[in-house]
T-cell receptor, first 111, second 114 residues
Framework: TQLLEQSPQFLSIQEGENLTVYCNSS?????LQWYRQEPGEGPVLLVTVVTGGEVKKLKRLTFQFGDARKDSSLHITAAQPGDTGLYLC???????????FGPGTRLSVLP | AAGVIQSPRHLIKEKRETATLKCYPIPRHDTVYWYQQGPGQDPQFLISFYEKMQSDKGSIPDRFSAQQFSDYHSELNMSSLELGDSALYFCASSLGGDRTYEQYFGPGTRLTVT
């Protein structure tokens, strides 16, 4: 069974600061997705990374997939209170099966 | 753009009762997934269907069953409800066969068992 670990588990920062959250596994993933979830709502897909070393940017968010496709990072520049939420990474193994979620990073951006 | 629809949004049941949750996937999506999310936890995969056939099974209790219909909507049937079944239940859909397996989630059904 493949597992995804995320760090940090909790993060509280001031508006305007930068931050990076990490998603790691000992297994190779065919793809990794990042989701953002607000309390009581469904996770919202932010990005999918497929190719090792791939970097994708979504406004102030930069996503990177590790060269070995075992890890990923999400970097947020100049965080805003609207970025507050639970950030989940998720992925499927090399055969496109066994889709799993990481435990999430709970981000709080204070005004 | 059309999203995943779930109904009802909120449901209150008593112990030992039954509940049925419904999910309508994004148009043209042929794969549906069900997840259970307890307070402070990440979504736990229950079961999935691809083209109306069960494609994968996770931690779904034997008291629960699900199916996908010809119009691709899915229903999760929960019997002999227990207090521990209280959670958010999410349905997600994807276009099967895509190796990226991007799943799009519905707003969830909050089930409270009293």
């Amino acid at each position: 069974t493949q597992l995804l670990e995320q760090s940090p588990q909790f993060l509280s920062i001031q508006e305007g600061e930068n931050l990076t959250v990490y998603c790691n596994s000992s297994s190779v993933f065919s793809s990794l997705q990042w989701y953002r979830q607000e309390p009581g709502e469904g996770p919202v897909l932010l990005v999918t990374v497929v190719t090792g070393g791939e970097v994708k940017k979504l406004k102030r968010l930069t996503f990177q997939f590790g060269d070995a496709r075992k890890d990923s990072s999400l970097h947020i520049t100049a965080a805003q209170p609207g970025d507050t939420g639970l950030y989940l990474c998720a992925g499927a193994d090399n055969y496109g099966q066994n889709f799993v979620f990481g435990p999430g990073t709970r981000l709080s951006v204070l005004p | 753009a059309a999203g995943v629809i779930q109904s009802p949004r909120h449901l209150i049941k008593e112990k030992r009762e039954t509940a049925t949750l419904k999910c309508y996937p994004i148009p043209r999506h042929d794969t549906v997934y069900w997840y259970q999310q307890g307070p402070g936890q990440d979504p736990q995969f229950l079961i999935s269907f691809y083209e109306k056939m069960q494609s994968d099974k996770g931690s779904i209790p034997d008291r629960f069953s699900a199916q996908q219909f010809s119009d691709y909507h899915s229903e999760l049937n929960m019997s002999s409800l227990e207090l521990g079944d209280s959670a958010l239940y999410f349905c997600a859909s994807s276009l099967g066969g895509d190796r990226t397996y991007e799943q799009y989630f519905g707003p969830g059904t909050r089930l409270t068992v009293t």
